[in-house]
T-cell receptor, first 117, second 109 residues
Framework: GAVVSQHPSWVICKSGTSVKIECRSL??????MFWYRQFPKQSLMLMATSNEGSKATYEQGVEKDKFLINHASLTLSTLTVTSAHPEDSSFYICSARGLAGASDTQYFGPGTRLTVL | KQEVTQIPAALSVPEGENLVLNCSFTDSAIYNLQWFRQDPGKGLTSLLLIQSSQREQTSGRLNASLDKSSGRSTLYIAASQPGDSATYLCAATGNQFYFGTGTSLTVIP
């Protein structure tokens, strides 16, 4: 089946530093990847949608200069949290939709826990 | 914008009970309705996917139903087990996934 990985699975950083999270589709090519964030005891909120080779589309209220998304290849998308602050601490989950996948099919990664001190 | 709500927010039942989790959505123009399980600190595990043309799907002890006209889906878990303890999320899919607020289930041995 389609597998999506994320790296790292958890990261702790100091306030003001930048953190990069990778999302990889391991056995399929993903034309579209999605980034979600999830606060404790809350549901997943879509942050942005990225298409390979083009700029990401951000949801309302998500700062594109703070959350940099790059989808440079069909198997890799990265989310960089710039100048991280404690309020950015959250669980970040990516998902991927394949070349041949239906528009309603997404495969989810295992998530990355970010803690900003 | 699609809004998805799940009731109850939390549920605690003794082992062996049958239970129903509810999911409602405001826009009936969906591609499908998907149920996920999420263990603490983990990602999502897909449980059942009901396409918009279907009314239900079954997998083992799980049965999910979909009523598009009323904007509702239910997840039925038969003979609950402690290992079923997790948060259950439903998602209504259109151009993107719209997740519900989740139901935190605890099955007491």
């Amino acid at each position: 089946g389609a597998v999506v990985s994320q790296h790292p699975s958890w990261v702790i950083c100091k306030s003001g530093t930048s953190v990069k999270i990778e999302c990889r589709s391991l056995d399929f090519q993903a034309t579209t990847m999605f980034w979600y964030r999830q606060f404790p005891k809350q549901s997943l909120m879509l942050m942005a949608t990225s298409n390979e080779g083009s700029k990401a589309t951000y949801e309302q209220g998500v700062e594109k200069d703070k959350f940099l998304i790059n989808h440079a290849s069909l198997t890799l998308s990265t989310l960089t949290v710039t100048s991280a602050h404690p309020e950015d601490s959250s669980f970040y989950i990516c998902s991927a939709r394949g070349l041949a996948g239906a528009s309603d099919t997404q495969y989810f990664g295992p998530g990355t826990r970010l803690t900003v001190l | 914008k699609q809004e998805v709500t799940q009731i109850p927010a939390a549920l605690s039942v003794p082992e062996g009970e049958n239970l129903v989790l509810n999911c409602s959505f405001t826009d009936s123009a969906i591609y499908n309705l998907q149920w996920f399980r999420q263990d603490p600190g983990k990602g999502l595990t897909s449980l059942l996917l009901i396409q918009s043309s279907q009314r239900e799907q079954t997998s083992g002890r799980l049965n999910a139903s979909l009523d598009k006209s009323s904007g509702r889906s239910t997840l039925y878990i038969a003979a609950s087990q402690p290992g079923d303890s997790a948060t259950y999320l439903c998602a209504a899919t259109g151009n993107q996934f719209y997740f519900g607020t989740g139901t935190s289930l605890t099955v007491i041995p």
